[in-house]
């Protein structure tokens, strides 16, 4: 059994920074690669940032220059820093994994952290 915890979300003023995290727990053999999204009340889930396991990094328009993302293969976890926050940035964040476990190809969500960009 795997899931995804994740952490860092809160409340901030516009201009400042947040860092969040996503661990991954329980029996992987690897992470393919993992992503954040971010959903705002009344509008549709979107993809913020993602990374592979090659490293590889994509972004929303929205964000370049101000988040980054990036991961730690040791630890099954992922992070996005988040900088220069706008108030447009307020959404719940989710991350997402695509992971292999012994028994199957899994495609995970977390349980989403609130993220508040509010003067």
């Known amino acids: 059994q795997v899931q995804l915890v994740e952490s860092g979300g809160g409340l901030v003023q516009p201009g400042e920074s947040l860092r969040l995290s996503c661990a991954a727990s329980?029996?992987?053999?690897?992470?393919?690669?993992m992503g954040w999204y971010r959903q705002a009340p009344g509008k549709q889930r979107e993809l913020v940032a993602a990374?592979?396991?090659?490293?590889?990094?994509n972004y929303a328009d929205s964000v370049k220059g101000r988040f980054t993302i990036s991961r730690d293969n040791a630890k099954n976890t992922g992070y996005l820093q988040m900088n220069s926050l706008k108030p447009e940035d307020t959404a719940v964040y989710y991350c997402?994994?695509?992971?292999?476990?012994?028994?199957?190809?899994?495609?995970?969500w977390g349980q989403g952290t609130q993220v508040t960009v509010s003067s």
């Open positions: 997402n994994a695509l992971l292999k476990s012994p028994s199957s190809m899994d495609d995970l």
């Open positions: 329980g029996s992987i053999f690897i992470i393919y690669a």
């Open positions: 990374i592979t396991s090659g490293g590889t990094t």
